[in-house]
């Protein structure tokens, strides 16, 4: 079974639109958890990491929270826009050196105009 | 990210072929990582290596090898190539990113391979 969950599997929105992604962890010990972009036929790039101790974390029109004690966390994306469409993928690591990183399935997002 | 290439960016074999992917970086860092990444699956380790010298077993390590030429260069390798081995993969180097205290991942273009 995966340690990382993520929900929902793809997710259809209009331009200018709100969503929010979830992703639920079972991964013990806990040093960090990122969230990645990944562009179809690209690499994942990193949009957020957050420590146990940081709760929310923003980067442009993404915003990242994290409950360490329900191991949950959600990247929303606000005032969607056409080049947001790709996958959002969940990673949790249980070491500062990330070496031992769970990966979620991730989250197919398009948005479309 | 362009500091991490990979090659070749498709292929197609056929079954009991040896196949090599290749990753190079140029940003300095010690650390590598091969990864596969399938439908509906997170990605999962192969293989990563610390220095030239050092080789260490992922997850998914069998039927697979890698090699460590140098410090930037390390390539994947099937000795005989399997259709469930046909996968999307991806490298990855890891260092510091500016201004942050946690070691980040970098990842490369992605090489998709077919095997037949």
């Known amino acids: 079974k995966n340690q990382v969950e993520q929900s929902p599997q793809s997710l259809i929105i209009l331009e200018g639109k709100n969503c929010t992604l979830q992703?639920?962890?079972?991964?013990?010990?806990?040093?960090?958890l990122r969230w990645y972009k990944q562009d179809t036929g690209r690499g994942p790039v990193s949009l957020t990491i957050m420590t146990f101790s940081e709760n929310t974390k923003s980067n442009g029109r993404y915003t990242a929270t994290l409950d360490a004690d329900t191991k949950q966390s959600s990247l929303h994306i606000t005032a969607s826009q056409l080049s947001d469409s790709a996958s959002y993928i969940c990673?949790?690591?249980?070491?500062?050196?990330?070496?031992?990183?769970?990966f979620g399935a991730g989250t197919r997002l398009t948005v479309k105009p | 990210d362009a500091d991490v290439t990979q090659t070749p960016r498709n292929r197609i074999t056929k079954t009991g072929k040896r196949i090599m992917l290749e990753c190079s970086q140029t940003k300095g860092h010690d650390r590598m990582y091969w990864y596969r990444q399938d439908p509906g699956l997170g990605l999962r380790l192969i293989y990563y290596?610390?220095?030239?010298?050092?080789?260490n077993k992922g997850e998914i390590s069998d039927g697979y090898s890698v090699s460590r030429q140098a410090q930037a260069k390390f390539s994947l390798s099937l000795e005989s190539a399997i259709p469930n081995q046909t996968a999307l993969y991806f490298c990855?180097?890891?260092?510091?990113?500016?201004?942050?205290?946690?070691?980040?991942?970098?990842f490369g273009p992605g090489t998709r391979l077919t095997v037949l």
């Open positions: 990673v949790v690591s249980e070491d500062d050196n990330n070496n031992d990183m769970r």
């Open positions: 992703c639920n962890y079972t991964v013990s010990p806990f040093s960090n």
């Open positions: 990855a180097t890891s260092g510091l990113r500016r201004g942050s205290y946690y070691n980040e991942q970098f």
């Open positions: 290596s610390f220095d030239v010298k050092d080789i």
